[in-house]
């Protein structure tokens, strides 16, 4: 167990002092101390705690010795890419099987997007939700769907069921497709994602509707992620308005051309 070299290896690297730590954890410093020199053992909130602070696995926090890592390993790792373990304290993935042991699909509607929130993890949680099967999606992955609201995926028209493939490992983030996150700050969000993990720790979130503004998160506020496979809804897409009124210009435009073009050539 590495937990009492990591957390002063930690501490030190963002120049702090003990009583630094101890003040931002409200422990006593006397604790603290104890924990680096290896005296006192931590406790599950405790682990938690520490956790959030640094930025870093409950398992890297524990299991890794972060002293034989190099620079740009742990550089990597305070960015909040935990790419050692791979944040595998925070995708421990709750999830149900139907009679002949082959994964179902959870709905998670609008009402229980609340919930979820805090019940991902939680196996009584998830075993509560509505389930149904897609047979044209592969019997060897996991899925789940979500029910969107808002209009900031349009075309995509809100109250639709989108569905996404669950993601284990978050370097395979694809850079502007659409992916279901759930994160720790704003829930569930449906967007398309720009990876940019690798040079700040963070995604960017990109809406199909451009009325709104592309965000970014830290990769350490996210919980789940799922690529989204298909969607369902009960709505017609709107036409693209923008996108028609666009084409007409052009066209427009092009008849101009040609007229001029036809004068030139008199």
């Known amino acids: 167990m590495y937990f009492k070299s990591n957390i002063k290896l930690l501490r030190k690297r963002k120049n702090r002092t ?21 005296v006192g053992n931590p406790s599950i909130t405790a682990l938690t705690e520490f956790s959030e602070y640094f930025g870093v696995a409950i398992d890297t ?3 890794v010795d972060l002293e034989s890592l190099s620079e740009s390993q742990l550089s990597q790792l305070e960015k909040g890419y935990d790419i050692y373990i791979k944040g595998s304290s925070l995708r421990v993935l709750a999830t149900t099987v139907d ?15 609340a919930g979820y929130a805090a019940g991902y993890a939680d196996p009584e949680y998830i075993r509560i939700l509505p389930t149904f099967k897609l047979p044209f999606l592969s019997k060897q992955k996991k899925y789940r769907s979500f029910q969107i609201s808002g209009d900031s995926m349009l075309p995509i028209p809100d109250g639709s069921y989108v569905t996404g493939e669950f993601v284990q490992d978050w370097n395979n983030i694809r850079n502007h497709h659409a992916y ?52 369902i809804s009960s709505e ?28 030139l050539n008199l």
């Open 61 to 63: 926090l524990i299991k």
């Open 18 to 38: 003990q009583d630094d730590v101890a003040n931002a954890l409200e422990i006593k410093r006397s604790t603290l101390s104890g924990y680096e020199n290896g």
């Open 99 to 113: 009679s002949d042991n082959e994964e179902n699909i959870e709905l998670v509607n609008e009402k229980a997007r």
């Open 236 to 263: 017609v897409p709107e036409p693209n308005k923008e996108k028609d009124e666009l084409t007409r210009e052009v066209k427009e435009l092009k008849k101009q051309v040609q007229a001029i073009q036809m004068k």
């Open 180 to 231: 279901i996150i759930l994160t720790k700050d704003d829930g569930m969000v449906f967007k398309v994602i720009e990876n940019i993990i690798s040079d700040s720790g963070k995604i960017k979130l990109h809406s199909l509707n451009p009325l709104f503004l592309p965000y970014e998160i830290k990769i350490s506020e996210v919980t789940e992620v799922w690529k989204f496979v298909n969607y």
